[in-house]
């Protein structure tokens, strides 16, 4: 089989430096202050590797947190340091966007368990001295945002202006508003669900096969043995990547087009332009993020369940809540479908929340919130616009 | 006409300028079926309300969310279960009864999610959609029902005095009723049903539970 041409990346080493001493700022949170786990261990000490633009006003009321999705992190709009392409998010965050960084002060974490420079499993773990592979402690969401306060804490913030995010990120924006309601002024969770379902979970569970099954990954301790499950994340990755387009979107994109070829090869090679693209994500991936944090990350995701954690009622998730929501879904989004987030809504109106609600008609499916959807922009524009508004935020020029 | 603040020289809808003078100040209001977000934003300017709304078209929802109303795309018929007990001042259903599935469900939902509801409908009452009907012998079609039959939306039309009959039924009160003509005109007729029922082309009923 030709693998399809690579682009030059940056050396694995790279990544694995970003992992371990990240170009992003930093903050340590030093043994005698742990972070407490959901599953009963303590992260001591972690490190927290952040992103941030704009500037922070004067009483401190202009923050808004950007929170990563699965594969994301902290470079929202900034070059990736790995990769060298554009942020993930540069369409919506940036001078004169949405998210304005010249009337916000955008921070955006990466979350713990990634691999950009916060404590994660490609992380030196200080019992041993080297990576922490699969003696990392198996994390939550709830953790994530645990981890994120503690950053707010630090950086001085009494309360967020807003906290943003799509997808997991979605799921990090409710679960601060579940522990930590009266510090955000508003939310705004986009294409994610309050908790996983079981078509959710079973494909992350192919994913983790695929890492799992690749004699590379070697027990979760390929650093060390200075290897990479290159294949099985790559697989991975082309598995989730279907989940994120929609069956239209995948069709008009590739059809039953052939690659760089007038006909079929009869060999197992990627004819079809639809299994070369497939394969080049899976590549790329690869090249910037760790197979571990992979495992880690979706266990996360399969393991969220908002209602669970409040008496199996959601609304109780956010009973008393003065958080003003702005709730968006796509149509063509198979991954989180709009039920789920219509479930999010019906559960804010139970306790009278204030709370907006936009379905976004788009072909894209789930990654629809990472393109380029003007209504995506005028909703998350008019609605931190008009919250800014009844805030009273005092931005520089106004 | 002009709005009342001086402000922008928008036109509003005389039903929406009427409910505007039924509502306190910063008052907590749900608007159902806000379409274009028009008396949400007019409360906002006059009364300062704590406004949210209802809209079934994704359209008009993402529309009102991108001028800064706290808007979400439902339907009167299935959503305004999930709301609690008075978690509003006022629920208004302006012109947007008749085209319920069920008027009286979605009036009763709305006498218990406001501590008063507000409804202004159009009234199939009035002389001219009587005359019409008695001399034409078919649907009639006005000013304000300017759809024929088999396209209009509105499949629960009624009179000034049906809905009054409704009202005594879900056992709610009638605080104040006011009738006008399109030109938003009130009809100086206060204390009369009957009249109001012949006079008035549209309704706006202040109502409270009991």
Redesign the interface.
């Known amino acids: 089989m030709t693998a399809p041409a690579r682009p030059t990346l940056a050396p694995v080493s790279t990544r694995v430096n970003e992992a371990q001493t990240p170009s992003s700022p930093h903050v340590t949170f030093a043994a005698d202050t742990p972070l407490k786990l959901d599953c009963g261990q303590v992260l001591a000490p972690f490190t927290v590797a952040y992103q941030t633009y704009g500037t922070l006003n004067a009483d401190k009321s202009n923050a808004i947190l950007v929170c990563h999705a699965l594969t994301g992190d902290q470079h929202v709009a900034n070059v990736h340091p790995v990769t060298g392409k554009p942020g993930w998010w540069e369409t919506m965050v940036g001078p004169g966007k949405p998210i304005d960084i010249d009337k916000y002060f955008v921070i955006c974490p990466n979350i713990i368990g990634g691999c950009m420079g916060s404590t994660g499993p490609a992380s030196v773990n200080p019992a041993t001295g080297k990576p922490y592979g699969l003696d990392f402690p198996v994390i939550t969401i709830g953790d994530m945002v645990a981890a994120q306060v503690r950053l707010i804490d630090h950086l001085g913030i009494d309360t967020l202006f807003s906290v943003v995010g799509g997808s997991m990120g979605g799921m990090q924006v409710l679960e601060w508003v579940a522990r930590q309601s009266q510090r955000v002024y508003s939310a705004v969770p986009i294409a994610t669900a309050a908790r996983h379902s079981a078509q959710n979970i079973a494909f992350h569970e192919v994913g983790r096969q695929a890492v799992m099954a690749d004699p590379d990954w070697c027990q979760g301790d390929y650093l060390n043995l200075d290897k990479v499950p290159r294949r099985g994340l790559s697989v991975a990755r082309m598995a989730a990547h279907i989940t994120y387009l929609s069956e239209d979107a995948l069709q008009d994109k590739f059809g039953r087009n052939l690659q760089d070829r007038d006909r079929r090869t009869f060999s197992f090679d990627a004819d079809f332009q639809v299994e070369s693209y497939l394969r080049y994500q899976g590549s790329t991936f690869v090249d910037r993020f760790d197979a571990n944090s992979y495992l880690y990350i979706t266990r996360a995701m399969d393991y969220f369940d908002l209602a669970a954690e409040h008496g199996d009622v959601l609304a109780n998730a956010f009973r008393g809540t003065k958080t003003?929501f702005?709730?968006v879904s796509f149509t063509s989004d198979w991954l989180y479908p709009t039920r789920e987030s219509k479930a999010i809504?019906?559960a804010l109106?139970?306790?009278?929340a204030?709370?907006?609600?936009?379905?976004?008609?788009s072909d894209k499916g789930h990654d629809a919130f990472l393109l380029n959807e003007p209504?995506l922009f005028?909703?998350v524009?008019?609605?931190l616009?008009?919250?800014a508004?009844r805030r009273g935020l005092k931005v520089r020029g106004s | 006409m002009l709005a009342p603040n001086g402000g922008t020289q928008r036109q509003h809808r005389a039903d929406h300028l009427l409910i505007a003078e039924m509502v306190e100040p910063g008052a907590r209001v749900l608007d159902v079926g806000c379409g274009d977000g028009a008396l949400l934003q007019l409360l906002a300017e006059t009364k300062a309300v704590d406004g949210r709304g209802i809209e079934i078209s994704r359209d008009r929802v993402n529309a009102c969310v991108a001028q800064g109303l706290s808007v979400i795309q439902g339907d009167a018929d299935r959503d305004l279960f999930d709301y609690p007990d008075g978690a509003f001042d006022y629920a208004v259903l302006s012109l947007t009864i008749q085209a319920t599935r069920q008027p009286k469900t979605v009036l009763e939902n709305l006498l218990r999610i406001g501590r008063r509801a507000i409804v202004s409908f159009p009234n199939f009452g009035h002389w001219e959609i009587r005359w019409q009907l008695l001399l034409g012998g078919r649907m009639p079609m006005t000013r304000n029902l300017p759809e024929p039959w088999y396209i209009s939306p509105d499949a629960h039309l009624c009179t000034i005095t049906d809905f009054v009959d409704l009202v005594k039924l879900v056992n709610a009160e009638v605080e104040e009723a006011v009738a006008f003509n399109s030109t938003g005109r009130r009809l100086p007729i206060k204390h009369s049903i009957r009249l109001q029922n012949l006079f008035g082309e549209k309704a706006v009923f202040l109502l409270r539970g009991r």
């Open positions: 003003r702005c709730v809504v019906r109106n139970a306790v009278a204030n709370v907006s609600f936009v379905e976004i008609e209504e005028a909703t524009g008019g609605f616009g008009a919250a508004e």
